[in-house]
């Protein structure tokens, strides 16, 4: 058994301990730290400054009206971004040009809405960016008669339908017909009808034509128009060349019997053009709800379909909008560690903005806790070799000094020997300081024997 200690040594363990931190000099440690803080204050302004806040907990995005393809899109996200506690606040709109025109404006209150290719013109698009194309709005042309048409000039002289105003079907539709030199005002007479409107009137012989996009072209209103006598969908045989015209459309084949095997319709190949609909946010959009509108959109529109292979969209497809950096890093990486690692968005978002902070700070004080032992040993030694100068000063003196001057010269040296015995002085440098003293000693005695 270990023999207990005594008082005695409790006593001189306490005093040992506090000799030691009695020699510490907490000035010249204070100094020594001072560069070191100096950068973590620096480094922390710098983190605050550019560091993201706290993703707000409610986003609104512009839709479509009431029970359109992307007010019910919109839906599926609330529900999906309600498990994160996020609310997604819904906001009906006239179509795609009217969520454009929602989003330009930064008054508007609205982050992130629903966009079909082709729609910006001349609209101002600065400050927007794309999160990804969620899907093909496929340009589907219905017209009535026997004849076989290939290319939109042929609709030059008839009544067609392009879309109600306000959608991106109809903006499209004027675009396309007009690199086809048919425009508003000329012999073809444009109407602005479109969805089931347009379908009806078609099918009773009151227009010729009719384009049908997006929500007007429905499977179900697709189907009843191709099961229709006398109604055929335009077969685009310049699908190639609209595609490397206008960056925005992508070339679609719809092959023969996808509709109905049985009656095999549509009896043959069908070439569509297609623009796609995109997920456009502005672009101060919080980095976390970017990855979760993504992940979302993701679970949505990443089945097949008709038009579309398994895990095609969300897909990062610049066309007129640039692809915002967040979105990019997602599509390459996917959602940081900590969103998907099982934590609540809330504490991941806490902890993920947290690491921000730190890690510039940690990595100043890795190398800074090296420097500073090496920062306060350089205080200590100067402070020595500052009482060696006086010292070497006082000895060059002590050879040529008379008799009046001996007691100033000794009173000199007590004055040195004094400031000497006042150092705080670190153990580790305990020898450098009796070596001082020792030459105190050593001056003292050649000037007594002088004297």
């Known amino acids: 058994m270990a023999n207990p200690l005594k008082p005695s040594d409790l006593k ?48 609104t995005i512009s839709t479509g009206s009431e029970n359109s393809s992307f007010w019910k899109i919109a839906e599926k996200y609330r529900t999906i971004l309600a498990r994160n506690g996020i609310k997604l606040k819904i906001v009906s709109s006239e179509g795609s040009l009217d969520n454009l025109k929602k ?87 444009l109407l602005d009808m479109g969805g ?44 190639g060349a609209y595609a490397r015209r206008f960056s925005y459309l992508n070339e679609l084949k719809i092959p023969r019997g996808l509709f109905d095997l049985g009656k095999n319709i549509p009896s043959r190949d069908i070439r569509l053009i297609a623009p796609t609909a995109e997920l456009i946010a502005r672009d101060d959009l919080h980095p976390a709800l970017s990855d979760m509108l993504i992940d979302a959109a993701k679970e949505v529109h990443s089945g097949a379909n008709v038009l579309q292979h398994a895990g095609e969209f969300p897909a990062p497809l610049a066309h007129e909008f640039p692809i915002s950096e967040d979105a990019t890093r997602y599509y390459k990486s996917g959602k940081s560690f900590f969103y998907r690692s099982g934590l609540p968005f809330w504490l991941a978002s806490l902890v993920d903005r947290t690491l921000v902070v ?68 670190p153990l580790a440098f305990a020898d450098q300081f009796y070596v001082l003293r020792e030459h105190i000693g050593f001056v003292r005695a050649r000037l007594q024997s002088r004297g």
């Open 12 to 59: 001189q363990s306490a005093i040992n301990i506090k000799t030691r931190f009695v020699a510490i000099s907490w000035r010249d440690l204070a100094i020594s730290f001072g560069p070191i803080a100096l950068l973590a204050i620096v480094a922390i302004w710098l983190a605050i400054k550019f560091i993201h806040p706290a993703p707000p907990s409610t986003i």
């Open 103 to 189: 989003l330009s404006d930064p008054h508007s209150g609205i982050d992130v809405g629903f966009v079909q290719g082709g729609v910006a013109g001349d609209l101002p698009i600065d400050g927007l960016v794309s999160l990804g194309s969620i899907s093909y709005v496929p340009v589907s042309v219905f017209y009535r008669g026997h004849e076989r048409l290939d290319r939109l000039s042929e609709l030059r002289g008839k009544r067609v339908a392009i879309g109600v105003p306000g959608s991106g079907s109809r903006v499209l539709a004027l675009t396309l017909l007009k690199a086809n030199e048919i425009e508003l005002g000329g012999s073809t007479e």
């Open 196 to 239: 089931d409107e347009a379908a009806q009137a078609l099918t009773d012989g009151s227009i010729d034509a009719a384009f049908l996009m997006g929500d007007s072209a429905s499977p179900p209103t697709m189907v009843k128009l191709l099961h229709t006598p006398g109604i055929s969908l335009l077969d685009f045989s310049q699908a």
């Open 358 to 425: 730190l890690l510039p700070i940690i990595l100043l004080l890795i190398p800074g806790f090296k420097l500073v032992p090496l920062l306060y040993g350089w205080r200590i030694k100067s402070r020595i070799y500052r009482w060696y100068g006086a010292l070497i000063t006082l000895e060059r003196a002590v050879a040529t000094h008379t008799e009046e001057e001996q007691a100033d010269l000794l009173q000199r040296l007590d004055r040195i020997e004094e400031g000497v015995n006042r150092m705080k002085m």
